[in-house]
């Protein structure tokens, strides 16, 4: 019986639940997941957190009962009522003042709790100290007396337990610790260590596109810290390596970051590299004017170095990928003008240029072969 | 008050459920029933918590796929059919399909799994170069594959006796090409 490759086609569509196929389509994908974009990704968080938020939220249905927490609330907040009014919903079915939403802790029970904090982290049991430390914060809220110096232990700790196994989870764990500790103290004078820190422990776990946000927070709002250098780049780094990974959009971000750097640190050792960097980047995403003003600033720099040499060559590649003909002699005439002895192995282009140009462009063809024949080549 | 997840938690539950195929909206309820179900069920005797959330979040999102409903014959225009055909009868095609899944090589049932799923999967979610680079070919390597195999299903289907559309649950002269009137 001969079957239509289109009709057969059509059958895969039609699969049953519970049958060997649908069996064995569910097993591929628990053996061989899809990749999966991090925009989804977001969407979904950002979606089940909503979800799960309402939830937690705690909710009086009645402005009088409304009005009686806003003034307990008050009371414990030591601040004025008209402000937790201000937080009531116009309808007043829900009341969000952060307030409202934790017990007190005595002085007694502060000090029993960071006493327990510390001797689970004397002894070595960072996770411990977390759990401990997460139930207390659901409890008492995030501005308890010494909570930032415990969070931060306890996330210098858990990423340092990290290094030492290769449990994926052992990092999750830190990097959650490093985003609560942001988010309750993001202010914090130690804030900047910590997002280096953060940053660095989501570069390990592959997790670049997320570092690159850290250090470039670190070199944005700490900027004259002492971490800001190498955050600035290693964000170069971390643009990198979503390039490589085939994600859109961050060519863009990898040129921000290196001119970010340049700009900072102009006459640094490392400038020259940063620079072909951004003007690869430039050269990469078609935007060759860009790039050729950047080429042309590391060859000026080091005219001897290795990446001069690849700029001369990725500058003329712009023309020749752009066709621009009388653009490409120019250059090679500006060039052999500047650094007579770099035109050698650019003569067979130079050659196949002027014949090109030989009948729209007589003049600059006569330019070039001029310029061939004044060569020096032994 | 019930603890809730972090970002890195909802990223991590989320990365899971898209990748086993569902659409972002299911997904979004099976992350949000899984963490539910996991604070429910955390006890410290048991392990990580994080390892505990991942075992939900994949069940969930299997068992997904396991209440889906067969999907109807046409889905984009309302049809009537000149003649309803009989349905086919499922656990015939059950064994067939093993047989057929014994008979084929560990390649071709790659391929066949492969194609399946690009089929069955929303709209978007595995395009040919997706589909082709899980089995570690190009697209047209993929085309010339699954043209191969159902010259392979076609022989296996004749010398066992049985029609082609035996291996999946088609009835008879079912489908919007064969003997189908349009109506709206």
Known sequence: MSVEFDEMDGWFEQIEVDSPLHDAMVESLNDDPLAVSDDAVNRVAASAQEKLAPANNWRWYGLAGLVAAAALAALIAGQPISEVQDALEPDGIEVRHPAASYEVASAEVIADHRSEIARRLDDGDAYGAWQLFQAFRSQYGPNVDGMEQDLRKIAVSLHAASRQTNDPDALDRAGDAYALYLQDHGSSENAHAMRYAYGEMLYKAERHDEAYDQYATVVRDFPDSQHAKFCAESAIFAADQMIARGESGWEAKGIEAAETWLDRWPDDPKARQIRYKAAYLHYTTGDHAAAESQFTQVIADDPTSPEAGKAADLILDGYVVREDWTGLADSLLLGAETYPEALGDKREMAEALAEKLDATDPERAARLREVLANQDYY | ?184
């Open chain 2, 1 to 184: 008050m019930a603890p809730r997840p972090t970002q890195t938690q909802l990223r991590k539950m989320a990365r899971i459920a898209l990748s086993r195929g569902l659409p972002e909206e299911d997904a979004e309820d099976v992350v949000s029933v899984a963490w539910q179900k996991a604070v429910k069920a955390y006890s410290a005797d048991r392990g990580g918590f994080e390892a505990l959330l991942a075992r939900i979040v994949q069940r969930e999102s299997v068992e997904w796929w396991r209440r889906r409903k067969r999907r109807p014959v046409a889905e984009a225009a309302k049809l009537e059919l000149v003649q309803s055909p009989p349905a086919p009868d499922l656990e015939r095609v059950a064994n067939n399909q093993r047989r057929l899944f014994e008979a084929l090589s560990p390649d071709e049932r790659r391929v066949f799994t492969t194609w399946a799923l690009q089929k069955h999967l929303p709209q978007g979610t595995l395009d040919a170069a997706g589909a082709a680079a899980r089995l570690g070919m190009t697209p047209a390597e993929f085309n010339n594959a699954k043209r191969r195999l159902k010259g392979r299903i076609l022989s296996l289907a004749e010398a066992w006796g049985l029609p082609p559309r035996a291996f999946f649950s088609v009835a008879e002269d079912e489908g919007p090409r064969k003997g189908v009137r349009h109506v709206g």
